[in-house]
């Protein structure tokens, strides 16, 4: 994306800092600083060290090593995240099933963390008292969302 530096200020910056960081993985402050260039920002890295301070990113961990920048996580779903890792016993899946077990009364709350996720492939969920019942589209997919619900799970505990 090539910009005309006439609009060249601080909020179209920092928007599109915030693109860059959720489109391409930057882990460095210098990455910005180039990714900035190239679309006719003209910004140091003091610049986009105050700008990622305003935005709030913080940096996440990768899986294969090293870290990027993140915008930080939406509050309500870091709630929702807390009481679904407080209020999780069991999950277990099978076909295009998950089933979540959570102490009586929570299945309700673990489940609106589940509608959250906006899953692709979550169907949808029942919930009871104290179970949740996922049905998944592609049962290839099942075993990957289960697994992101146990590490939600066990995150705070």
């Known amino acids: 994306m090539v910009r005309d530096n006439s609009g060249n200020n601080k909020t179209d910056r920092k928007n599109y800092i915030k693109i860059a960081v959720a489109e391409a993985g930057i882990g460095t402050q210098r990455e910005i600083v180039e990714f900035l260039r190239r679309a006719g920002f003209?910004?140091?890295?003091?610049?986009v060290s105050r700008d990622i301070q305003e935005l709030g990113l913080v940096k996440e961990g990768q899986p294969g090593?090293?870290?990027?920048?993140?915008?930080?996580p939406d509050p309500k779903i870091q709630k929702l995240r807390t009481l679904f890792s407080e209020s999780v016993v069991k999950i277990d899946f099978s076909?295009?099933?998950?089933v979540v077990h959570t102490l009586s009364g929570s299945a309700n709350t673990a489940a609106s963390l589940i509608d959250e996720l906006k899953e692709d492939s979550v169907m949808g969920s029942i919930a009871g008292d104290d179970t949740i019942l996922i049905m998944i589209k592609?049962?290839?997919k099942t075993a990957s969302i289960a697994d992101k619900l146990k590490e939600i799970a066990l995150q705070t505990k």
Do not use: C, S, W
């Open 65 to 72: 090593g090293g870290f990027r920048y993140v915008m930080p």
């Open 138 to 140: 592609d049962k290839q």
């Open 95 to 98: 076909e295009n099933f998950i």
């Open 42 to 47: 003209q910004a140091t890295q003091a610049t």
